[in-house]
């Protein structure tokens, strides 16, 4: 079985590249905008790609991270992992968006859907089979609405509001 693992970090790293162009990208300048609005202006660009996915959080691999506590006593039931769980493992995050409805309420609006899901695997944990020890899935849907609002120095130029669930 740890043959197999073996070509799951390239796997995910592909899928993360495929997932996230705009990712690879750089910004485009934007004379007075601020970041929120340069990333509205590449996602405007990528939108019109057959098959782009946006990026919504952010996409990354850690191939090592160390816990303190990776919560042997949850996996007590299955005598094979409980107690063997490693503090060292590898994680990572996926996440992208893509839009549902443009230009709704005058052309202000987009409501988008988003999928995140990180994963804290037992990568290097041979004795036990190198496991997934958590996965966490979190689904989302949202409504972007662009506004002109300033009050005093501060100004509001988006305003979202969505439903997210995480398990």
């Not at 990354?60 to 094979?80: M, V």
């Not at 609006?109 to 041979?126: F, P, R, S, V």
């Amino acid at each position: 079985r740890a043959a197999g693992n073996s070509a799951f970090p390239a796997a995910v790293l592909l899928l993360l590249a495929a997932v996230s162009p705009t990712c690879a990208q750089t910004l485009p300048e934007a004379s007075e905008g601020s970041a929120i609005e340069a990333r509205r202006v590449q996602e405007n660009g990528a939108k019109h790609s057959r098959f782009a996915l946006l990026a919504h959080k952010p996409n990354y691999l850690l191939p090592a991270t160390y816990t303190s506590s990776p919560n042997n006593p949850a996996y007590s039931s299955f005598p094979d992992i409980g107690g063997h769980l490693e503090n060292m493992e590898a994680k990572f995050q996926i996440s992208f968006k893509i839009p549902l409805w443009e230009g709704l309420l005058g052309g202000k609006a987009d409501i988008y859907a988003a999928y995140t899901q990180l994963a804290l695997w037992q990568a290097y944990n041979a004795r036990i089979s190198a496991p997934f020890r958590e996965i966490n899935y979190e689904p989302e849907a949202f409504l972007v609405y662009r506004t002109d609002i300033s009050f005093h120095e501060a100004r509001l130029n988006y305003f979202t509001l969505g439903f997210n669930h995480q398990s």
